[in-house]
């Protein structure tokens, strides 16, 4: 007769938006999930702030306060991370692999925070760290990046990384919403961070790119190196400019390899892009990630990039991961970052700006604004006048220049009396 597999004990901490849904697809797919991984998988615990309050489908027997308990029990092989934020979530993390759990977890700010500190508990205590869910929702993007191209070079990566913004940006040009009455329903809808402020700053965005640029140029690149612009300077006048010119507005993470292959980059700002371009119909809280790999060629990920239900399938991807090499054997990839490339600052990225401004309607004062450009070695791609009661609007857009280049151009542009107002800068990027 068949030996009876012992069932594996996952403690799940956070039942929030994203951990009830994990905890609904454990109970209802519960059969598949032991069919796949070869064993059951059971719900030993639930941790939670608030114990009293009603969640649907959840034995209220398994809710506890006592998330350091239920990590320590000595019996759970795999503690589900469903919290957010950095403490309490770190002890957590740090006690599961302690008490030889493997961890899940879609905790973007603690990776791009602490990432090496978690790969090396995992590591000394023999135990996984997956984190699919922790960049773009649903969407299959680390685990490709970290195990289908591993035999490649990833030179850039490139994309819509935040649903909230995605999601703010796209009503306020489809359907002329404000920007409060936009991240409100996003907030509704569960897109948005327990602090929006670090959907809408762009410290979110820039999580994400960290832990991206981190896998794709196998080099540790932490949060702070990460050059940050979120959308709250973004205007409804920005985005009918780039209407105007044939382009829209996203938020985008951007991580590249320098030319000569010696450092990378990583930053996230808006950014004006052709309606021609794929991005470009990224919807909602959609997100979509393009991977340029040097054999591969030009890869696109694209679909849910936040949501409960969504997410919950990224975490149980991981899950199942995770429990098939307990019953098999083997382990999750651990850190890559052999390669130590030096991350360069912002300056030094070489970039595009649309700049508008308000000048005097006179003559000389075009070419007076074209010297600034010229004297700061920035060439100009286009110019459009429109004149409005003695006052002129004009409209540059420049080719591509190091980003402290045009950063001075701008600061040297205010500085004219000709000049009575730089009405938005914005990056120019995917022509
Ligand atoms: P929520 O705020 O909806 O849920 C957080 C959960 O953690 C709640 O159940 C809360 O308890 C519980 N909690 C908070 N503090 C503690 C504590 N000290 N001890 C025990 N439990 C605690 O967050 P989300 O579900 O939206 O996000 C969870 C994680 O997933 C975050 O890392 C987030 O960045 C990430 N993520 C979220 C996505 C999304 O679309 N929402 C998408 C991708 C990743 P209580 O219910 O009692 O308040
Ligand atoms: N707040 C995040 C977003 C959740 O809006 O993209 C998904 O990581």
């Not at 697809?25 to 615990?45: N, Y």
């Not at 490709?144 to 940006?169: M, Q």
């Amino acid at each position: 007769m068949a030996e009876r597999v012992r069932p594996l004990q996952v403690a799940l901490l956070g039942c929030g938006v994203v951990g009830s849904q994990v905890a609904r697809l454990m109970t209802t797919h519960a059969a598949d999930l032991a069919a796949r991984i070869g064993a059951p998988v059971e719900l030993a615990g639930v941790a939670v702030r608030r114990p009293d309050k009603v969640r649907e489908g959840v034995d209220p027997e398994l809710v506890t306060t006592d998330a350091a308990g239920l990590v320590s029990r000595g019996d759970i092989d795999v503690v589900v991370e469903m919290i957010g934020g950095i403490e309490p979530a770190r002890s957590l993390i740090q006690a599961a692999f302690a008490n030889g759990a493997s961890v899940v977890t879609a905790n973007k700010a603690l990776l791009a925070k602490d990432g090496p500190l978690l790969y090396a508990a995992a590591e000394k205590h023999g135990a996984d760290l997956y984190f699919e869910a922790a960049v773009a929702g649903a969407i299959p993007l680390l685990r490709p990046l970290r195990e289908s191209l591993a035999g490649d070079k990833v030179n850039r990566v490139l994309g819509i990384v935040n649903g909230t913004t995605n999601f703010i940006l796209d009503r306020m040009e489809s359907s002329g919403a404000g920007y409060g009455e936009a991240l409100s329903e996003a907030t509704a809808l569960g897109y948005a961070e327990a602090d929006p402020t670090a959907d809408v700053e762009g410290f979110d965005a820039a999580a994400k790119a960290a832990i991206l640029a981190g896998i794709a140029f196998h080099t540790r690149v932490h949060l702070d190196e990460v050059h940050r612009e979120g959308v709250t300077e973004v205007t409804a006048a920005d985005i009918a400019c780039a209407r105007d010119m044939g382009r829209t507005v996203k938020l985008l993470a951007i991580c590249e390899r320098a030319e000569d292959g010696r450092s990378v980059t990583a930053r996230v700002h808006p950014a004006m892009i052709p309606l021609s371009h794929p991005l470009a119909s990224v919807r909602g809280a959609y997100n979509a990630v393009f991977v340029e790999a040097e054999a591969a060629g030009r890869l696109m990920f694209y679909g849910p990039g936040a949501g409960g239900v969504p997410t919950a399938s990224a975490v149980l991807g991981d899950l199942v991961a995770t429990c098939r090499n307990r019953v098999g054997g083997g382990r999750a990839p651990g850190e890559s970052a052999y390669a130590r490339l030096p991350v360069s600052p912002m300056g030094e990225v070489v970039t595009r700006y649309h700049i508008s401004l308000d000048v005097v309607d006179k003559p000389g004062v075009l070419a007076q604004c074209a010297m600034v450009f010229a004297d700061h070695g920035v060439s100009i791609d286009s110019v459009r006048q429109t004149g409005k009661d003695g006052e002129a609007s004009l409209i540059v857009v420049t080719h591509r220049a190091p980003d402290a280049a045009l950063a001075s151009t701008v600061a040297a542009l205010r500085r004219l009396d000709t000049v009575h107002g730089v009405v938005s800068i914005m990056r120019v990027e995917g022509e």
